[in-house]
């Protein structure tokens, strides 16, 4: 283990550090940090608002009203719902803070070009089930606005702002005299710009409104769908999809939106099947369904298997980031919720923790799979177990009441922990030479 350390100090700190010096993913990082308030609070409510225990539901609707539950989650749609739209303002804005440019505006066109490229839907006379007519007139698909969109909007800051910077830099910009107070310069100032990045924001929109695509949010799901499609049932099949979804949440992006809004296509059959053979006693045909990734892969504390990880920070973290990242995510991880380890630590674009968060779950779903195949442990019996049913309790109700599940849970957790110790002991001890560093700049500060 001390092996381990020690090579990462030496060899791999160097290297993450001089990624991480990046531009584009120093403003990567800290434009998604700035999500990161929102997402906690959202993970309370979306905590309390699917606690995994039979009869919750009516309880609550008996007790409040039918629609408590929809009420709880109502600040879920104002922080997960529009993560999208504030990490294109916010990694706009670190890219232009950055070149001394006028961040404010650079990320305000950021978003009416990511907006821009969204349809509008015209909602009017529309029959519903109940025979009334429903009339909204012109909306957006929210769906957008969330993780969902992730990909898009990171690529549209990039993009937007590049141009931005580029047209300001040439001096192409409309000029006010000395006199003009500095607000309304500055307004003036991102007027040729602004037109010029929605001018090409909206030729995008247009070329993917002529394909059969209609929108870039269509073509970038099908073009992460096409190798999905390839991607079946087995163990091969299975570590590749865990592969995937993870390296996609280290890029900041909604993995397992993006790569189960295909694979549901694949796995929710595989679950059916299941059910059907336990109705009526035959063998259980499918080890990977979706209850294998739900209960048994990011049934570990959410994607990562970040139980493991926990774990390892109270054990052995020393550095004041890394304390406070294990009290606020303990609660959200014990029901599945990752997302404040994911932007907390940070596992987005950091080298050294990218590893561990894609190799755990891996390391857990070929275990899983494995004793599985062995018969060491039922499979997944059809039951939809839901994603936010905590550990040990998910794996024995997954499997029809296998007890042994619960053991693999736990072997699974101490494996996870394993794999993530040394690259946290190694990231703990980077973070606690910023620390000290920091806090001897600020004592030097106060003496002089």
């Known amino acids: 283990m001390n092996f381990v350390i020690n090579f990462l100090e030496k060899y791999a700190m160097p290297v993450a550090a001089k990624i991480a010096s990046l531009r584009y993913i120093r403003a990567l990082r800290d434009g998604l940090a700035v999500t990161m308030p929102l997402i906690i609070v959202g993970s309370l409510f979306m905590i309390l608002g699917n606690i995994p225990i039979p009869g919750y539901s009516e309880w609550m609707a008996a007790t409040f009203g ?92 990039f993009i937007a702002t590049e141009i931005f910077m580029f047209i300001v830099k040439k001096n192409f910009v409309i000029k006010m005299p000395d006199s003009v107070p500095p607000a309304v310069s500055k307004s003036f100032t991102a007027i040729v710009p602004c037109l010029v990045i929605l001018l090409v924001f909206w030729c995008i929109r247009l070329f993917f409104e002529s394909t059969e695509y209609e929108t870039i949010f269509v073509f970038i799901t099908k073009f992460v769908a096409t190798p999905l499609s390839k991607v079946g049932l087995s163990f091969g099949g299975a570590l590749g999809t865990i592969f ?59 994607c990562g298997a970040t139980i493991g990880l926990i774990i390892c920070i109270f054990i052995i973290a020393r550095s004041k980031q890394m304390k406070s990242i294990g009290k606020l995510a303990i609660g959200p991880a014990i029901f599945n919720i990752s ?78 922990a394993f794999i993530y110790w040394p690259f946290l002991k190694a990231w703990d001890l980077y973070l606690q030479k910023q620390e000290a560093e920091e806090e001897a700049s600020h004592l030097s500060e106060h003496k002089n």
């Open 66 to 157: 039918p629609d408590v539950l929809t009420k709880i989650l109502y600040p879920v749609r104002v922080t997960f719902d529009i993560v999208a739209i504030i990490a294109v303002m916010s990694i706009s804005y670190q890219i232009a803070k950055e070149k001394d440019m006028d961040a404010f505006s650079a990320a305000a066109i950021s978003l009416a070009a990511y907006l821009i490229l969204i349809p509008v839907n015209t909602v009017n006379n529309v029959i519903l089930e109940s025979g009334e007519t429903l009339s909204l007139g012109r909306v957006w698909p929210t769906g957008n606005f969330s993780a969902g969109g992730l990909m898009v909007a990171i690529i549209t800051a």
């Open 244 to 302: 995937l979804y993870h390296l996609f949440w280290t890029m900041g992006i909604h993995g397992t939106r993006v790569v189960f809004g295909v694979m549901d296509s694949i796995l929710l059959p595989a679950m059916d099947q299941n059910r059907q053979a336990l109705e009526t006693g035959l063998p259980l045909p499918n080890i990977v369904t979706k209850q294998f990734h739900d209960n048994f892969v990011n049934g570990l504390g959410g």
């Open 339 to 416: 997302e404040p380890i994911i932007f907390g630590v940070p596992i987005v674009m950091n080298p050294i923790m990218m590893i561990p968060f894609v190799l755990a779950p891996m390391a857990v779903g070929a275990i899983t799979y494995i004793s599985m195949a062995l018969g060491l442990v039922n499979y997944p019996a059809g039951i939809a177990v839901p994603w936010t049913v905590p550990s040990f309790f998910s794996g024995f109700l997954a499997t029809n009441g296998d007890w042994r599940a619960v053991i693999l849970q736990a072997v699974n957790i101490a494996v996870s």
